[in-house]
């Protein structure tokens, strides 16, 4: 069973923008803090970007993202999204949805995620 399921990944230019999608069970969505990892070509490590607390109050950006990156929740489709705008080649990365207990637990202990989606492909070019 699919709990975390990405979408909308893609290749633009630099400047352009892409909305990711993160479909969830119900569950994982009214309970669990979900976050965007990111992990470049040839990156050992899952770099968290964004992350929003499972009652939407709360949110997370990497100095990298701010400003530019927005994570969002429909309860309504039981969806996380991740707005990025003002893309730039350095943001090329696979995409990868998590949840976890608690946002403070995606922030500090990444490798205890035991809910990750299928990742999808985000390409900038120059």
């Known amino acids: 069973q699919v709990q975390l399921a990405e979408s909308g990944g893609g290749s633009v230019q630099a400047g352009g923008s892409l909305r990711l999608s993160c479909a969830a069970s119900?569950?994982?969505?009214?309970?669990?803090?979900m976050g965007w990892f990111r992990q470049a070509p040839g990156g050992e490590e899952r770099e968290l970007v964004a992350a929003v607390s499972w009652s939407g109050v709360t949110t997370f950006y990497a100095d990298s993202a701010k400003g530019r990156f927005t994570i969002s929740k429909d309860s309504a489709k039981n969806t996380v999204y991740l707005q990025m705008n003002s893309l730039i080649p350095e943001d090329t990365a696979a995409y990868y949805c998590a949840a976890h207990s608690t946002m403070a637990l995606l922030k500090t202990s990444p490798r205890s995620i035991g809910l990750w989606g299928q990742g999808t492909q985000v390409t900038v070019s120059s």
């Open positions: 119900g569950r994982i969505f009214s309970s669990y803090a």
